[in-house]
């Protein structure tokens, strides 16, 4: 008599989906848009690997400008603005390596406070803010005028130059299931059109083909982008 065979130990594979947002850290979209991503993937069943990715250039901060009724001529302004968003963005990539989560907590809380409570950016928010998210204060103050901070937020930047962004906010969506398929998604990032397009019952690609909506969207090509 034959013997029984054993039931496979291989774990079952299963989907994952990687999302990239690319943020101004001193934006109110962005803010909105951080926390539709955050709403998604908190009850998700599925495995989502997420960043959230500063990325500013002109035209970002135009758009910026344009948003919030700014005078876009006012060079000192637009400086400022400039200015402004690139040592956010350097503080969030110091409060990053003190973790994942407490980065995020940095971000959203500056927001917050730049967004819902009107507070001026400077470098006492910024301290303040990184008490808030519970920061080893000297290690962040260190760490965002690192040349590793600086490195790190220039990665960034080819990582959206690579990925054609020219939005912000914008999503980047990949699943492991087309290794070369990828759906860029400028503004209209919603908890509903997250759960449309990540639906497990097809793969991205198919749930892009039978989505009707009006969110502007395009096809992307992976290549090397894989961001871990």
């Known amino acids: 008599m034959l013997a029984d065979k054993k039931q496979s130990t291989i774990p079952t594979f ?3 989906i990687e999302i990239y947002l690319f943020v101004n850290p001193i934006g109110s979209r962005c ?3 951080e ?3 955050l709403d998604f993937v908190k009850d998700l069943d599925q495995k989502v690997h997420f960043r959230f990715i500063p990325f500013h250039n002109f035209q970002t901060i135009t758009n910026f400008m344009q948003f919030n009724q700014m005078p876009e001529k006012n060079l000192d302004l637009r400086n400022k603005i400039c200015h402004n968003t690139y040592f956010a963005s350097l503080a969030y990539k ?3 390596m003190q973790g994942k989560k407490k980065g995020r907590t940095f971000l959203l809380t500056l927001q917050h406070e730049l967004v819902e409570n009107n507070v001026i950016f400077s470098e006492a928010l910024l301290i303040q803010v990184a008490e808030e998210a519970k ?5 962040f103050l260190e760490d965002k005028e690192s040349d590793f901070a600086k490195a790190s937020y220039e990665a960034d930047q080819r990582i959206a130059r690579e990925m054609s962004i020219k939005n912000n906010p914008s999503m980047v969506i990949f699943d492991n299931e087309n290794d070369t398929y990828g759906l860029l998604v400028e503004s209209c990032i919603t908890v509903d059109l997250l ?4 639906d497990p019952k097809a793969t991205l690609k198919e749930n892009n083909r039978s989505l009707v909506t009006q969110t502007p969207h395009s096809v992307i ?3 090397h982008l894989r961001v871990l």
Do not use: F, G, H
């Open 221 to 223: 090509s992976k290549q």
């Open 35 to 37: 926390k539709e991503v």
């Open 14 to 16: 299963k989907r994952v």
């Open 135 to 139: 920061l080893d204060i000297p290690m």
């Open 195 to 198: 759960k449309k397009l990540c």
């Open 94 to 96: 110091a409060a990053l």
């Open 31 to 33: 803010y909105e848009s």
